[in-house]
């Protein structure tokens, strides 16, 4: 008996151990995923391994890119800490990776500018803390991501809703290689 007792305590350690290193995985493994980061101003974005590099892209943003998203059709690109929460290997602009707007920063403004519900902004927290896909319904809008322009040349000018558009090879690029999960920076 007290064999089994030792033998399922060491079941349950091994089984912590595993769960805590895959919940927060070590500095090394965090330093080598992928970041994108977007510089709004620059129209320019970068994929980001480690202190690496790996490319650069010239995107197009949301027409009216100069200001933060806050509501549904103002055609603004967010700015905040993001994550990739859903990839779509078809859509209307190639492929599609939808990021995590709105965030909590996002979904605190929006609370207290009294945009959203207190069950509204709890569901962007609670989907924000799982890394899932936030609710892309409320009066703060959705549905943004990096996709490419759908067979179409690349212009250059700001023509999304508030994505962020790289061309089709780029895009094709970047599915391939940018897992769920994904830190996405947008800084002005």
């Known amino acids: 008996m007290v064999g089994l007792r030792f033998w399922i305590a060491g079941v349950v350690a091994v089984c912590g151990v595993a ?5 927060w995985p070590s500095h090394s493994r965090q330093a080598e ?3 994108i980061h977007v510089w ?3 129209h320019e974005m970068w994929l980001q391994e480690g202190e ?3 490319r650069t892209f010239e995107v197009s943003l949301g027409t009216n890119p100069i200001a933060a998203k806050l509501l549904r059709g103002d055609n603004r690109t ?3 800490r993001y994550y990739v929460c859903e990839k779509r290997p078809q ?3 190639r492929h599609f990776l939808g990021i995590s707007y709105p965030n909590i920063d996002d979904a605190e403004r929006a609370f207290t500018a009294q945009l959203i519900s207190a069950d509204e902004w709890a569901a962007i927290f609670f989907a924000n803390l799982r890394q899932t896909t936030p609710p892309w319904q409320t009066a703060m809008g959705g549905h943004v991501g990096i996709h490419g322009y759908g067979g179409h040349a690349p ?3 700001d023509w999304t809703e508030g994505c962020i558009a790289v061309s089709d090879a780029d895009i094709d690029y970047l599915y391939d290689r940018v897992p769920l999960g994904t830190r996405v920076i947008i800084s002005d």
Do not use: D, L, Q
Not at 19 to 23: L, N, R
């Open 52 to 54: 690496h590099i790996v």
């Open 155 to 157: 212009v250059p000018a």
């Open 40 to 42: 709004k101003a620059r």
């Open 19 to 23: 769960v805590t290193t895959a919940a």
């Open 91 to 93: 859509s209307r602009f």
């Open 33 to 35: 995923a992928p970041i």
């Open 78 to 80: 967010p700015e905040g």
